[in-house]
């Protein structure tokens, strides 16, 4: 009997394990490498927010592994010649998780916020162009813009233009900062800032047989090895942005994964323009000297990573390669020395107090005392720097002398990253211009290229933004780092785009 | 050892002819543990002064060459993310912990000591007030009380300090108020004020060295505890700047290369800071035994 009630236990525990096992297996789990700030892709500067909003609110086009446009809510587009009308065609028989139908009208809610600049929404620049949104019928937008311009389709497929439910919209205004109603496969149920944020199956999603997975959850940990040992111990199942000194661990351990692709985003220390010292041209040369940015790139990312030659990293649309950076300290003190700062002088750096960024700011400090510049540094945490840089900053009183920041493109197009970093219209706190650069020249050259749809004109109206850019030397450039991520081996779907963001509503377990 | 138990038997005699020093150093020196205690944290002061003329690298000295290397011949204690030498940012660390320990509990001594001794005399009014405020102080748990007051006033060297300062202040107090307490009522201090002493006097001259004895021992006891809580601070970031050979910098950063392997980036500091702490606490325990009349030789 005894022997009986053993094997009825045995089966029974069994049969417990093999029907939890599935259940189980179908929640994903993600470490990301920085806090949500807001949950509103439209007011949101960072990657981290588009990545945790993708899966409940959709765009109308997305892009694939390699930043190829591919149908998400529209089914198809088409610009007219003189690249100042675009069409949209909508998907069908969509509902938003609120149960309001999907289609032109909920499209233009959502454009006519982006397009309205007197909102004040991160992401109102995007739109700038636009002059009036139209539906001709219920599955079509007409995008109508005051200028031509040829990277409309790329802007409209940005990580942050999402639709979100026009009910939402209108019942909770910036509300959906915090909750978020959308198409997407996954619904919002849970969001406690700075601890994790829950999203769960959407049962009747458009597109049938996906999700595969019942729960995603995101814990943002900002301390690179926790993440690492969260995947390791099976806490997550995807680990976004892989600290790369542990990447070699993570591969011998088995059962992991480590993807790496180049990414696009290029780190950068801004000096601060509207300085006295910073004004100088000799002293911003001088700076670019004294760092070894090879060496930046081996410290902070144990090598995986390049050197930028431009303002822009290689693979986004319009790059020209400029001439290369040395490091000759000889020179840079020279060069201070001529600017009148033989003895050097102090300054303030801002960063974040992620793993990599006190490493950033370590190593900026280092190479600077070597022109005795006598750098303090100051490592402030995810949403105290947010509110200092784009909430209170208030450009002519702004305290800091270098600001680190990376800035990728997420349109995959120049435009996207020379108008917000080096254009004047990009000065903080409105976009991410954080040296106060501002160049005639480089200005022209960006409006011009806005103003045409034709490639070879806009190639060449970059080509003289990036020259001029890279000879003001308004930035210390630092690295283009590899996007890399952890993975557990069977999980397919889920994997990390190169400009920083990742993707995880196609996840799905062996 | 031998030597130490062969005079014992003849100090009945000589009792009378000590003076109080060389009373507790006889009593302090068969406190082996105590003593060794002592002379390790005088090395370890010792060597951490004289590092920057010997070891032939400074603590910020970087070599991007050389970056996470084990230890070695030439870097006893290997070399950070940056290429820095360990062994001469662990020496640095130690400079850096011992100047902030004692000025921190010296402020702290001094500002609760002053506090504790009016408490006691004058009581009242008085009493009350520094007594409340003491409380207050200990209801908050000592690294909490530290994080909020570098929370207001901002990361840095000097406020650690500060903040170290502050929670050390209440305990001073206390184990002062309660000895003035004592010492105020004795035939002696009665024999003081009957002979018209100014109160300054007695409090300084006649009450004071009474209870300065409690107050050695306790300040040595809590270097060690304000060494761990400048070191938390720095770990968590609110210390001094991240760049500094600190310990509890140190700490922070290596951790993150705990799991590549790379063990000796936290393993130096560690055993830094459990030494020290540990030898301070043994030479408390020490010259607690060393100074207490109340404890008989055997």
Not at chain 1, 125 to 139: A, Y
Not at chain 1, 174 to 193: A, C, D, M, N, S
Not at chain 1, 453 to 470: C, H, S
Not at chain 2, 179 to 197: D, N, P, S
């Amino acid at each position: 009997m005894n022997v009986l009630k053993r094997a009825a236990l045995g089966a029974a525990l069994m049969a417990s394990t093999t029907f939890a096992l599935p259940a189980m297996a179908a929640d994903l789990a993600i470490a990301m490498d920085q806090i949500f700030q807001k949950m509103d892709p439209h007011n949101s500067n960072y990657n981290v927010d588009y990545v945790a909003a993708s899966g409940v609110v959709e765009r109308l086009i997305g892009f694939d592994k390699n930043m190829k446009l591919i149908p998400q809510l529209a089914t198809s587009w088409e610009g007219s010649e003189d690249a100042k009308t675009f069409t949209f065609k909508l998907r069908e028989g969509v509902t938003f998780h609120d149960g309001t139908p999907f289609n032109a009208a909920a499209v233009k809610a959502n454009f006519d916020r982006l397009a309205d600049q007197s909102q004040n929404l991160a992401k109102n620049s995007l739109f700038k162009v636009v002059d009036s949104v139209e539906t001709p019928d219920d599955f079509t937008v007409v995008l109508k813009l005051k200028e031509p311009f040829g990277a409309m389709i790329n802007t409209v497929a940005h990580p942050s233009v999402v639709i979100h439910s026009p009910k939402a919209l209108e019942e909770l205004g910036t509300g959906v900062e915090k909750k978020l109603v959308g198409t997407g496969p996954f619904k919002f149920k849970e969001w406690v800032p700075g601890e994790r944020l829950v999203l769960e199956k959407n049962e009747n999603y458009w597109d049938s047989g996906w999700p595969k997975v019942d729960k995603v959850t995101f814990f943002p940990v900002t301390e690179s090895a926790t993440r690492a040992s969260m995947l390791l111990s099976d806490e997550v199942q995807f680990v976004h942005i892989m600290p790369a000194e542990l990447s070699e661990r993570v591969e011998t351990s088995g059962g992991y994964e480590v993807l790496e692709v180049p990414g696009i985003t290029v780190w950068t220390a801004s000096m601060n323009m509207l300085k006295e010292h910073f004004k100088d041209e000799r002293v911003r040369r001088a700076f670019n000297l004294a760092v070894d940015q090879q060496a930046f790139v081996d410290v902070v990312y144990s090598g995986h990573g390049v050197v930028p030659d431009s303002p822009i990293a290689p693979d986004t649309r319009f790059y020209e390669g400029q001439e290369p950076l040395t490091t000759d300290i000889e020179e840079a003190r020279r060069l201070m020395e001529e600017a009148g700062h033989a003895d050097g002088f102090e300054i303030e750096i801002w960063g974040t107090n992620s793993s990599t960024g006190v490493r950033m700011l370590q190593f900026l400090q280092q190479q600077l005392s070597q022109i005795n510049v006598r750098a303090k540094i100051m490592p402030m945490e995810g949403a105290t720097r947010s509110e200092k840089v784009f909430s209170s900053m208030v450009p002519e009183e702004s305290t800091f002398d270098m600001l680190l920041g990376g800035w990728s493109p997420s349109t995959g197009d120049a435009d996207w990253h020379l108008r917000p970093v080096y254009a004047t219209e990009g000065w903080i706190p409105k976009i991410y211009n954080m040296a106060f650069y501002s160049d005639e020249t480089v200005d022209k050259a960006i409006q011009d290229a806005l103003n045409t749809a034709d490639p070879e004109k806009r190639k060449a109206a970059y080509a003289i933004a990036q020259k001029q850019i890279w000879k003001d030397q308004p930035v210390v450039w630092l690295a283009i780092e590899n996007k890399m991520a952890g993975r557990k081996k069977g999980l397919s779907g889920v994997f990390q785009m190169p400009d920083g963001t990742m993707q995880y509503t196609k996840a799905a377990f062996e | 050892m031998a030597l130490v138990s062969d005079t014992s038997p003849a100090v009945p005699k000589e009792k009378t002819a000590r003076s109080p020093f060389s009373e507790f150093w006889r009593r302090f020196v068969t406190r082996h543990a105590a003593l060794a205690s002592g002379f390790f944290l005088l090395l370890l002061l010792a060597m951490a002064l004289v590092a920057p003329w010997i070891l032939p690298f400074g603590p910020n000295e970087f070599d991007y060459k050389n970056t996470l290397a084990g230890p070695s011949a030439l870097h006893w204690a290997g070399t950070d993310e940056f290429g820095r030498d360990i062994f001469a940012r662990v020496l640095n660390g130690a400079k850096l912990s011992m100047f902030i320990g004692f000025l921190s509990v010296t402020i702290g001594a001094v500002v609760g000591v002053v506090g504790g001794l009016f408490a006691g005399y004058y009581g009242g009014w008085l009493d009350s007030i520094v007594m409340r405020i003491s409380d207050v102080l200990f209801a908050f748990p000592g690294i909490l009380l530290a994080i909020g007051i570098v929370a207001i006033l901002g990361a840095g060297l000097t406020n650690v300090i500060i903040a170290v300062a502050v929670f050390s202040v209440p305990a001073f107090a206390r184990i002062v108020r309660s000895g003035t307490l004592g010492l105020k009522e004795t035939t002696y201090v009665e024999a003081a004020r009957a002979a018209g002493a100014p109160n300054a006097i007695i409090m300084f001259r006649h009450i004071l060295p009474g209870v300065l004895g409690a107050v050695i021992v306790y300040f040595t006891m809590r270097i060690g505890t304000s060494i761990l809580t400048a070191t938390s601070l720095s770990f968590i970031g609110l210390g001094v700047e991240p760049s500094v050979a600190e310990w509890g910098a140190m700490l922070s950063t290596g951790r993150e290369y705990m799991l590549a392997g790379e063990w000796h980036l936290t393993f130096f500091p560690g055993l830094a800071i459990f030494l020290t702490v540990l030898c301070f606490n043994i030479l408390g325990d020490g010259l607690r035994d060393a100074l207490d009349p109340k404890l008989d030789d055997n």
